[in-house]
T-cell receptor, first 114, second 111 residues
């Protein structure tokens, strides 16, 4: 069974640009969450999608957005990139929404903003 | 920022040693998860705990869900060189799949 797949793995963007990251969850999983990992702040929750609806949102500015498609694949977008957005962006999938689910992570997308 | 206090922040291991790390929280969680992250990779799930008091093993790893639901610990027995990496605890409430992470424990090999 394939794991959580994230693309692209590495990318470099210029300040002010926007970026879109893609995530394919484990087959059959319907919940997708996104996290930002930085050396200073650690792993922080961005948002969670289930059945194409955002169910939870972390404490990030509106420049960070996401969506989920009918096949459970998800994308996140960051607009007007800032230097501080440089981070590892991780996608996680689980079978269902609600507590008590086992959550699996992808390998992440490394974003560098210059 | 993080709400989970994970300790120690780093530790050195010698092959064959047992190591322990723990996480404490000011909030109650319904599920505790332990992950290992190697450089440049995403976190890999090691153990999931779903019930207060639960003690679960996965090979040389043992983890427990504290009875107060505010803490958890992870033990690694007879450590080997590939145990090097960063270990994270994560707590989950019943409100969704949002995870709150600890700051990580960096496990290094003694020179």
């Amino acid at each position: 069974k394939a794991g959580v797949t994230q693309t692209p793995r590495y990318l470099i963007k210029t300040r002010g640009q926007q970026v879109t990251l893609s995530c394919s969850p484990i087959s059959g999983h319907r919940s997708v969450s996104w996290y930002q990992q930085t050396p200073g702040q650690g792993l922080q929750f961005l948002f969670e999608y289930f059945s194409e609806t955002q169910r939870n949102k972390g404490n990030f500015p509106g420049r960070f957005s996401g969506r989920q498609f009918s096949n459970s694949r998800s994308e996140m977008n960051v607009s007007t990139l800032e230097l501080g957005d440089s981070a590892l962006y991780l996608c996680a999938s689980s079978l269902n929404f609600g507590g008590g689910n086992t959550i699996y992570f992808g390998e992440g997308s490394w974003l560098t903003v210059v | 920022g993080q709400q989970l206090n994970q300790s120690p922040q780093s530790m050195f291991i010698q092959e064959g040693e047992d190591v322990s790390m723990n996480c404490t929280s000011s909030s109650i969680f319904n599920t505790w998860l332990w992950y290992k992250q190697d450089p440049g990779e995403g976190p890999v799930l090691l153990i999931a705990l779903y019930k207060a008091g639960e003690l679960t093993s996965n090979g040389r790893l043992t983890a427990q869900f504290g009875i107060t639901r505010k803490d958890s610990f992870l033990n690694i027995s007879a450590s080997i060189p590939s145990d090097v990496g960063i270990y994270f605890c994560a707590g989950q409430t019943a409100a969704g799949n949002k995870l709150t992470f600890g700051g990580g424990t960096r496990v290094l090999v003694k020179p």
